[in-house]
């Protein structure tokens, strides 16, 4: 009995620093915010500022904008390009880094320094290689020169703005989701390798049945992350496209390349309507913790089958 | 056997090309950094005419009073060590507890920790500042416009990836390894302090990576706490000072960058052989 | 132990500063950084002779922050400047709780651009901006081109055509140097739209803007103006037009890549830094078929003073000072080339097109800013996809006229 009285002590002892910080800074703020979202909050002094309950009114409203619904259906696209595209590079750089290339270690650190700079950064120095260093480019090699033609500017329209969005968001990503896979590589012990060449597999046999089943635990967190911070992407979107070239959708012009997180901050501080931004947040969470559930179950579903 | 060589060589030069096609956005950072404003919106792919240039933009960074930038990046530096050393002292603890109980509520509260890591920045941004204000008002303890507050702030923000992450590897340490400490008369702390923690090095190492960077680099946060244009800035804060509502000194803020970049590669650098070694060891150990 | 001191050392925060100065400390802040170093150093010289300490915070960037997210932040964190900066009505709405009436200041006698609601003055106003069309006298010149004769679309039409046909010989990529990209809204969706809100009005007359804000849309007045920015985009160089940032749309007119340049005298210093010395005025916008000869002067925003500042009187001080002592004047025109909204000031700034925005104004040839009279979402978020649709060439002429007409009418 003492024993499990002692475990138990521990148990909350050690949990209590996490336990209160995270009640404090993130608990009480986010029911604060669920609890602004049904209400006219709006964090200024306008003359008629008291805290009024509005129901779902700015739920309501959220639904009702073309820009919402369209900030959904480009975030789903670029999220789902996103995480393809970085999880197909970061595995094949990872089976580069951990091959028999001479440089290897020189490549490991080189991929991975993208990842050091912050995201507002990334996108203005990716702005200024679209808009001005490529078109440069194509005035100086002449078989480029399409390049330079202003019609074939990539931030100059929707379809190509996204797939910028996708280049430089694995840019960024890449680095650090290919540091998970060559750990789960590194931890594929080499006798397993030894013994598959003994018994006359090949490079792709044995990939497919080695290596592949020791990435898959490391393939549920890394479709994870992806997932996540695709869906959560702010920074580039505003530094690189600033919401991007207009579209229309229903009948309405909007900014073709504006993900949900830019719409939540266009809507609190562009259009002052700090509680109706709240009320998008949590549609935002509800609907980004139903993907992650789904996500997670299936792949952890497909990590016991392999 | 040649066939093997040449495929190798084929690939060690695709993958040179790939490299320094991947690194081609710091060639463009760091020539035009050499370039006065105006040339490097209208010859942004031209070579520098003086190097020195870069000295002179950053001589005028270093020592102008506006930006402060010295004291900025003090205050970075502390910020960021001090988080640091927080989020992995408290999360590795908190995961390892977590593990070896394996009651309902330490799953339950192990979800709680992860599903958090969804949560955006956005629905909590402002109900933060108006939390944090109430409690100065109530106890007088002042979170708003200090370290500490900000410190504090990112162990609540860096814990859930944390704990997630030193809760798999913990999982794969061996039980026999404390059952044999506890019999040799180890109390529980001392089990976890003394055999537990050392050997997570190298999980500790990229937590610390992970956070590191995202903690160097943020600007939201920093900006809501610490306040823009006031006494204690971050570096990404100060940085911000160059862009103007219409007007963006390129020079400046590509140096600047630079200037903000460099330490962190530098230290990247240092520390990847120590990580490289550690997750090495780590793996060979299973 | 080093734990216990650097604990201390980063909960101790920074509220130390320089807060053994006897007096009263003020915090201003505004957005335009541009002008942040010489506003530092003012407050230094006026920390200095009055005793008191004045802070400066500049927030700026159409990106970064805003002016309006950083005061909800810092009002929600109790730390509400004690001056702060309003662009117009749909501003002040939002603090009007804790705007102060400065009827009564000193200053208010000397300026006619004060901002006022209902018969009360709460807003000091800043500086004296203008715009217009901004030519290349030297080149139009060459081209036999009378500056005067542009105050009317064919005029335009037809001095634009001539100059794309001389594109060889002036040595320009384009005839106009004009922005639509996305983080140019400001250029179509506030300046180029007041175009339609004010040209050829007398100053101050808000009949267009109350008839779109009811949604009641003057067609004729509208199609003329849809020719005006049709014309624009088909003589503007495409890659500024569509991706150009500031300063390159800046630069293009500097370079001499183009002959004009949809911008106001706010670009002075960008002039200055790329070495143009050629001759250069503003002309009048061309949006409508019978002549408009004049541009658009006004102050583009205003120092307000925060009511619940504990330090009022201080900070009414700042704002007159600025006014009527030397220092204060020297830093307004001098240090940071503003053109003074007072009358009492006779320094003039040194920028050509800043002097040709003051020649406008004393000759009484002014249109007023109304384009803040609709909310920045409103231009911001509807208009200003409408404009760029138009840019990029996914919409014609007779769509935009109907989007345009319908985003008014969603007004009512």
Same mark, same amino acid.
């Given at each position: 009995?003492?024993?499990?009285?002692?475990?138990?002590?521990?148990?909350?002892?050690?949990?209590?620093?996490?336990?209160?910080?995270?009640?404090?800074?993130?608990?009480?703020?986010?029911?604060?915010?669920?609890?602004?979202?049904?209400?006219?909050? %709006?964090?200024?002094?306008?003359?008629?500022?008291?805290?009024?309950? /509005?129901?779902?009114?700015?739920?309501?409203?959220?639904?009702?904008?073309?820009?919402?619904?369209?900030?959904?259906?480009?975030?789903?696209?670029?999220?789902?390009?996103?995480?393809?595209?970085?999880?197909?590079?970061?595995?094949?750089?990872?089976?580069?880094?951990?091959?028999?290339?001479?440089?290897?270690?020189?490549?490991? /650190? $080189?991929?991975?320094?993208?990842?050091?700079?912050?995201?507002?950064?990334?996108?203005?120095?990716?702005?200024?290689?679209?808009?001005?260093?490529?078109?440069?480019?194509?005035?100086?090699?002449?078989?480029?020169?399409?390049?330079?033609?202003?019609?074939?500017?990539?931030?100059?329209?929707?379809?190509?703005?996204?797939?910028?969005?996708?280049?430089?968001?694995?840019?960024?990503?890449?680095?650090?989701?290919?540091?998970?896979?060559?750990?789960?590589?590194?931890?594929?012990?080499?006798?397993?390798?030894?013994?598959?060449?003994?018994?006359?597999?090949?490079?792709?046999?044995?990939?497919?049945?080695?290596?592949?089943?020791?990435?898959?635990?490391?393939?549920?967190?890394?479709?994870?992350?992806?997932? /996540?911070? %695709?869906?959560?992407?702010?920074?580039?979107?505003?530094?690189?496209?600033?919401?991007?070239? %207009?579209?229309?959708?229903?009948?309405?012009?909007?900014? $073709?390349?504006?993900?949900?997180?830019?719409?939540?901050?266009?809507?609190?501080?562009?259009?002052?309507?700090?509680?109706?931004?709240?009320?998008?947040?949590?549609?935002?969470?509800?609907?980004?913790?139903?993907?992650?559930?789904?996500?997670?179950?299936?792949?952890?579903?497909?990590? /016991?089958?392999? | 056997?040649?066939?093997?060589?040449?495929?190798?060589?084929?690939?060690?030069?695709?993958?040179?090309?790939?490299?320094?096609?991947?690194?081609?956005?710091?060639?463009?950072?760091?020539?035009?950094?050499?370039?006065?404003?105006?040339?490097?919106? &209208?010859?942004?792919?031209?070579?520098?005419?003086?190097?020195?240039?870069?000295?002179?933009?950053?001589?005028?960074?270093?020592?102008?009073?506006?930006?402060?930038?010295?004291?900025?990046?003090?205050?970075?530096?502390?910020?960021?060590?001090?988080?640091?050393? @927080?989020?992995?002292?408290?999360?590795? &603890?908190?995961?390892? @507890?977590?593990?070896?109980?394996?009651?309902?509520?330490?799953?339950?509260?192990?979800?709680?920790?992860?599903?958090?890591? @969804?949560?955006?920045?956005?629905?909590?941004?402002?109900?933060?500042?108006? !939390?944090?204000?109430?409690?100065?008002?109530?106890?007088?303890?002042?979170?708003?416009?200090?370290?500490?507050?900000?410190?504090?702030?990112?162990?609540?923000?860096?814990?859930?990836?944390?704990?997630?992450?030193?809760?798999?590897?913990?999982?794969?340490?061996?039980?026999?390894?404390?059952?044999?400490?506890?019999?040799?008369?180890?109390?529980?702390?001392?089990?976890?302090?003394?055999?537990?923690?050392?050997?997570?090095?190298?999980?500790?190492?990229?937590?610390?990576?992970?956070?590191?960077?995202?903690?160097?680099?943020?600007?939201?946060?920093?900006?809501?706490?610490?306040?823009?244009?006031?006494? @204690?800035?971050?570096?990404?804060?100060?940085?911000?000072?160059?862009?103007?509502?219409?007007?963006?000194? !390129?020079?400046?803020?590509?140096?600047?960058?630079?200037?903000?970049?460099?330490?962190?590669?530098?230290?990247?650098?240092?520390?990847?052989?120590?990580?490289?070694?550690?997750?090495?060891?780590?793996?060979?150990?299973? | 132990?080093?734990?216990?001191?650097?604990?201390?050392?980063?909960?101790?925060?920074?509220?130390?500063?320089?807060?053994?100065?006897?007096?009263?400390?003020?915090?201003?802040?505004?957005?335009?950084?541009?002008?942040?170093?010489?506003?530092?150093?003012?407050?230094?010289?006026?920390?200095?002779?009055?005793?008191?300490?004045?802070?400066?915070?500049?927030?700026?960037?159409?990106?970064?922050?805003?002016?309006?997210?950083?005061?909800?932040?810092?009002?929600?964190?109790?730390?509400?400047?004690?001056?702060?900066?309003?662009?117009?009505?749909?501003?002040?709405?939002?603090?009007?709780?804790?705007?102060?009436?400065?009827?009564? =200041?000193?200053?208010?006698?000397?300026?006619?651009?004060?901002?006022?609601?209902?018969?009360?003055?709460?807003?000091?106003?800043?500086?004296?901006?203008?715009?217009?069309?901004?030519?290349?006298?030297?080149?139009?010149?060459?081209?036999?081109?009378?500056?005067?004769?542009?105050?009317?679309?064919?005029?335009?039409?037809?001095?634009? =055509?001539?100059?794309?046909?001389?594109?060889?010989?002036?040595?320009?990529?384009?005839?106009?140097?004009?922005?639509?990209?996305?983080?140019?809204?400001?250029?179509?969706?506030?300046?180029?739209?007041?175009?339609?809100?004010?040209?050829?009005?007398?100053?101050?007359?808000?009949?267009?803007?109350?008839?779109?804000?009811?949604?009641?849309?003057?067609?004729?007045?509208?199609?003329?103006?849809?020719?005006?920015?049709?014309?624009?985009? #088909?003589?503007?160089? #495409?890659?500024?037009?569509?991706?150009?940032?500031?300063?390159?749309?800046?630069?293009?007119?500097?370079?001499?890549?183009?002959?004009?340049?949809?911008?106001?005298?706010?670009?002075?210093?960008?002039?200055?830094?790329?070495?143009?010395?050629?001759?250069?005025?503003?002309?009048?916008?061309?949006?409508?078929?019978?002549?408009?000869?004049?541009?658009?002067?006004?102050?583009?925003?205003?120092?307000?003073?925060?009511?619940?500042?504990?330090?009022?009187?201080?900070?009414?001080?700042?704002?007159?000072?600025?006014?009527?002592?030397?220092?204060?004047?020297?830093?307004?025109?001098?240090?940071?080339?503003?053109?003074?909204?007072?009358?009492?000031?006779?320094?003039?700034?040194?920028?050509?097109?800043?002097?040709?925005?003051?020649?406008?104004?004393?000759?009484?040839?002014?249109?007023?800013?109304?384009?803040?009279?609709?909310?920045?979402?409103?231009?911001?978020?509807?208009?200003?996809?409408?404009?760029?649709?138009?840019?990029?060439?996914?919409?014609?002429?007779?769509?935009?006229?109907?989007?345009?007409?319908?985003?008014?009418?969603?007004? #009512?």
């Amino acid at each position: 009995m003492n024993k499990q009285r002692k475990t138990n002590l521990i148990f909350w002892l050690f949990l209590a620093p996490v336990l209160f910080t995270f009640i404090m800074v993130i608990v009480i703020p986010f029911f604060m915010g669920i609890f602004y979202s049904f209400t006219n909050w %709006s964090s200024s002094a306008r003359a008629d500022s008291t805290l009024q309950f /509005v129901g779902l009114a700015n739920f309501k409203n959220s639904f009702q904008d073309p820009s919402f619904i369209y900030s959904f259906i480009i975030t789903s696209l670029y999220t789902v390009l996103n995480v393809l595209f970085i999880n197909a590079v970061a595995l094949i750089l990872a089976l580069v880094v951990t091959s028999r290339l001479k440089l290897k270690n020189i490549y490991r /650190v $080189g991929f991975f320094i993208p990842n050091l700079i912050g995201g507002l950064v990334l996108g203005y120095i990716w702005q200024f290689i679209f808009n001005n260093a490529i078109p440069a480019l194509g005035n100086i090699i002449p078989v480029l020169d399409f390049l330079s033609n202003p019609d074939n500017l990539v931030l100059s329209k929707v379809g190509s703005s996204v797939t910028a969005l996708v280049i430089v968001g694995t840019w960024q990503y890449a680095g650090y989701i290919m540091m998970i896979y060559v750990a789960a590589i590194e931890g594929v012990p080499e006798s397993l390798f030894e013994a598959a060449t003994i018994d006359g597999a090949n490079e792709f046999q044995k990939f497919k049945n080695i290596t592949v089943p020791m990435v898959a635990q490391a393939f549920t967190i890394t479709m994870f992350l992806t997932l /996540v911070q %695709s869906f959560k992407q702010f920074d580039v979107n505003v530094s690189l496209t600033a919401g991007g070239p %207009s579209a229309i959708f229903r009948g309405t012009p909007l900014f $073709g390349t504006e993900l949900l997180s830019l719409n939540i901050y266009n809507t609190a501080f562009v259009k002052n309507m700090l509680a109706e931004g709240q009320a998008r947040a949590v549609v935002f969470f509800v609907v980004l913790v139903v993907i992650s559930v789904i996500q997670v179950s299936i792949n952890k579903k497909k990590e /016991v089958e392999l | 056997m040649t066939e093997n060589k040449s495929r190798l060589v084929v690939l060690e030069a695709v993958t040179a090309i790939v490299f320094l096609l991947f690194l081609f956005p710091f060639f463009i950072l760091v020539i035009n950094s050499a370039k006065d404003a105006f040339s490097i919106t &209208q010859y942004p792919m031209a070579m520098p005419e003086k190097w020195s240039l870069i000295f002179q933009n950053m001589k005028k960074i270093w020592t102008s009073e506006n930006i402060r930038y010295p004291s900025s990046f003090m205050t970075s530096t502390t910020v960021t060590v001090l988080s640091l050393i @927080v989020i992995n002292t408290f999360s590795s &603890q908190a995961a390892w @507890v977590l593990v070896r109980n394996n009651s309902r509520i330490s799953k339950i509260i192990f979800l709680v920790f992860v599903a958090a890591m @969804v949560i955006p920045f956005q629905i909590v941004m402002f109900p933060l500042l108006s !939390w944090y204000r109430k409690i100065y008002v109530v106890t007088g303890i002042k979170l708003l416009r200090t370290q500490g507050g900000l410190i504090l702030s990112y162990l609540g923000f860096g814990l859930s990836l944390s704990i997630f992450m030193f809760h798999g590897f913990i999982k794969s340490i061996p039980y026999e390894l404390e059952e044999a400490a506890t019999i040799d008369g180890c109390r529980k702390d001392q089990v976890f302090y003394r055999i537990i923690f050392p050997l997570l090095t190298p999980i500790h190492a990229t937590v610390m990576i992970l956070n590191g960077i995202w903690i160097w680099n943020d600007y939201l946060l920093p900006l809501l706490i610490l306040g823009k244009g006031n006494k @204690v800035q971050t570096i990404p804060l100060a940085v911000a000072n160059f862009a103007g509502a219409y007007v963006k000194q !390129w020079d400046l803020i590509l140096t600047a960058i630079l200037m903000a970049i460099i330490p962190i590669i530098v230290f990247f650098l240092f520390a990847q052989k120590y990580i490289i070694k550690g997750m090495v060891a780590g793996s060979i150990k299973s | 132990m080093v734990m216990t001191a650097l604990t201390s050392l980063v909960f101790a925060g920074g509220n130390n500063e320089a807060g053994t100065s006897k007096g009263a400390t003020i915090t201003l802040m505004q957005n335009k950084p541009e002008i942040d170093g010489a506003l530092k150093d003012y407050a230094k010289i006026w920390n200095e002779k009055t005793g008191n300490t004045a802070v400066v915070k500049s927030v700026g960037g159409s990106s970064s922050i805003t002016l309006g997210q950083q005061l909800k932040a810092d009002y929600a964190a109790g730390d509400m400047p004690d001056i702060f900066i309003i662009a117009g009505i749909e501003d002040y709405k939002e603090w009007e709780g804790i705007i102060l009436d400065l009827s009564n =200041e000193k200053w208010v006698k000397e300026t006619s651009v004060a901002f006022t609601k209902d018969g009360k003055v709460y807003g000091f106003p800043v500086a004296v901006e203008g715009w217009g069309m901004a030519y290349n006298a030297d080149m139009l010149s060459k081209a036999g081109i009378d500056p005067a004769s542009l105050d009317n679309y064919e005029a335009y039409r037809s001095a634009f =055509e001539k100059l794309d046909s001389m594109k060889d010989k002036l040595g320009i990529d384009s005839v106009v140097s004009m922005a639509a990209g996305p983080e140019m809204g400001w250029v179509t969706a506030h300046h180029n739209f007041n175009s339609l809100l004010s040209n050829g009005l007398p100053y101050g007359d808000m009949s267009v803007v109350n008839q779109l804000l009811k949604g009641q849309v003057d067609m004729k007045r509208l199609n003329e103006y849809a020719d005006w920015v049709e014309l624009l985009f #088909k003589y503007a160089d #495409k890659a500024i037009l569509t991706t150009g940032n500031y300063d390159a749309q800046v630069g293009a007119f500097a370079t001499q890549k183009a002959a004009f340049l949809h911008q106001g005298n706010w670009v002075d210093p960008n002039i200055k830094a790329a070495n143009a010395t050629f001759k250069m005025a503003f002309a009048p916008h061309g949006s409508m078929h019978t002549a408009t000869d004049g541009i658009f002067v006004a102050a583009p925003s205003f120092y307000v003073i925060n009511s619940e500042s504990k330090n009022i009187e201080a900070a009414k001080q700042f704002l007159n000072d600025m006014v009527f002592t030397q220092e204060g004047q020297d830093f307004m025109v001098n240090k940071a080339g503003m053109i003074p909204a007072y009358s009492n000031v006779k320094l003039n700034p040194a920028g050509q097109l800043s002097k040709s925005v003051q020649q406008w104004a004393a000759e009484g040839k002014v249109y007023s800013w109304n384009q803040y009279n609709f909310t920045g979402d409103f231009r911001d978020l509807t208009l200003a996809p409408i404009y760029n649709q138009f840019a990029n060439g996914s919409i014609d002429k007779a769509k935009f006229i109907e989007l345009m007409k319908k985003a008014f009418e969603g007004l #009512k």
